[in-house]
Structures are given as C-alpha cells and as structure tokens.
C-alpha cells in the first residue's frame, strides 16, 4: 500500500503540473485575444490569431480536467450516491468511476491516434496560416490521457483503498469555511 500511496501522490503532482499547464494556455488565450483586438483597431491582419485562440482554448480545457476532477469541481452524480449507504453507495462509486475510467481511456485513445494520424499525414488547419494540426492536437490528446489516468486513479483508490481520492462536497464545504476564516 506504501507503494500505492507514493504513485498516487506522483499522480497528483501530475495533475497539479497539468493545471498550472492548463492556466499558462488561458493566459496565452487572453493575450491572443488581445493581441487579436488590438491589430484589428490598428487594421493590421495577423493570420492565425482567432485559429490559435481556439487552440489554447482546447489545450486549456482538457489539461485541466483531471485537476478539476480530483478536487471534485467536474459534476458529478453526486446527488444520487449521497441518498446511498453502506454497500450500495460503494457499488455505486465503483460503477461510476469504472464507466468514466473506460469512456476516458477510450477517449484518450482515440484523440492520441487521431493527433498521430494528423502526424502521419501533414494534416493543416484551413485558415490562413496552416498550422500542422498535430502541434495543437497533441496537447488535447494529452490533457485527455491525464484525466484517463485520473479516472483509473480514483477507480484504483475507491477500489483498493475505499476512497476514490476526489473531494466530496463535503469536505469542499469544510475547505471553504476554512478559507473565509482565514480571510477574516
């Protein structure tokens, strides 16, 4: 279980790392937005501004899934498995999280070969400035392989451990309060 303990605290780092990842691609969102007002006032035309947009978005969105995931922000069914007890509350947790741990390596899966297949074939966005399409794909394809690794993660814990490692509301709620105290 030592060793379980270890990995799960790597993966969280690995999560954490994704998120602080995930923030630098919304900033560059909204420096590219910016950046995208400010030429237009100028009626200067930068090819690929609005395209690239659209990629940090997308990056920014599924690398911060698995984050978002393990500190319980994602909706969840959580109102149904809080009107369970005992037994049928743990077979509950089980299936949810073994339905997104299978959609989620499937997904992951498939966004790896499409990236690797846009690879393969010098696929180019149809805007002006015909970015590879593999470059930004590559950054959804891996955000999505986190977030599966994620759901294995919280399957393996709940299974394994009896807790999945994603923050219920509860405890969201006991943060919370720990924090406007904090704040005074």
Same mark, same amino acid.
């Given at each position: 279980?030592? @060793? $379980?303990?270890? =990995? ?11 998120? @602080? ?14 950046? &995208?007002?400010?030429?237009? *006032?100028? !009626? ?8 690239? %947009? ?6 920014? &969105? #599924? =690398?911060?899934?698995?984050?978002? $995931? ?9 109102? *149904? ?19 997104? &741990?299978?959609?989620?390596?499937? #997904? %992951? ?5 499409? %990236?690797?297949?846009?690879?393969? #074939? +010098?696929?180019?966005? /149809? !805007?002006?400035?015909?970015?590879? $399409? ?6 959804? !394809?891996?955000?999505?392989?986190? $977030? ?5 993660? %919280? ?8 807790? &999945?490692?994603?923050? +219920?509301? +509860? /405890? ?7 924090? /406007?105290?904090?704040?005074?």
């Amino acid at each position: 279980m030592a @060793y $379980l303990a270890r =990995l799960g605290r790597a993966l969280d780092r690995l999560y954490m790392a994704a998120g @602080y990842l995930a923030a630098a691609f919304l900033v560059a969102l909204g420096c590219l937005v910016l950046a &995208s007002i400010v030429t237009r *006032l100028m !009626s200067v035309y930068v090819a690929g501004l609005t395209a690239y %947009s659209g990629y940090c978005m997308a990056a920014s &969105s #599924f =690398l911060a899934m698995a984050y978002t $995931l393990r500190q319980g922000e994602h909706i969840r069914v959580g109102m *149904l498995i809080a009107q369970l007890k005992g037994r049928a509350r743990r077979i509950a947790v089980l299936w949810c999280l073994a339905a997104a &741990s299978g959609i989620g390596v499937w #997904f %992951s899966w498939y966004l790896v070969r499409m %990236s690797w297949i846009s690879y393969r #074939f +010098e696929e180019r966005s /149809e !805007s002006a400035d015909a970015t590879l $399409l593999w470059i930004p794909q590559t950054a959804v !394809s891996v955000g999505a392989t986190i $977030l599966a690794i994620a759901f294995v993660h %919280s399957l393996a814990e709940a299974a394994f451990l009896g807790k &999945s490692g994603i923050q +219920e509301p +509860e /405890e969201q709620g006991a943060e919370t309060a720990a924090i /406007e105290e904090a704040i005074g």
